[in-house]
């Protein structure tokens, strides 16, 4: 290690990452992608019965994704603490 610093919330970029893996069907495939595209997510891997998606935002937006993908069921979830 070289160094640490503080920074404030104020000077730095908060993000988290999320991989979540959804059940998937093909009758509500259609639903599962029209919620990654509101939230500038991405697919990264599909299966016959599920989706693998990726997503980077703040908190509130890791939340509010993972509250609509719920829904559909979650087979799978691995999500980062906050970076800045």
Do not use: P, W
């Not at 990654?36 to 703040?58: C, D, F, M, N, W």
């Not at 994704?65 to 999500?79: A, D, P, R, T």
Request: aromatic residues 2%; without cysteine; hydrophobic residues 40%.
């Amino acid at each position: 290690m070289i160094g640490i610093q503080e920074m404030e919330d104020k000077n730095s970029h908060q993000r988290e990452l999320l991989m979540v893996k959804v059940n998937s069907t093909g009758d509500n495939r259609s639903k599962i992608e029209a919620v990654v595209g509101k939230y500038r997510a991405s697919i990264v891997s599909q299966a016959s019965s599920s989706l693998t998606i990726e997503a980077i935002g703040s908190s509130a937006e890791i939340a509010a994704l993972l509250g609509e993908l719920s829904s559909f069921g979650i087979k799978e979830l691995v999500q980062s603490g906050l970076m800045r």
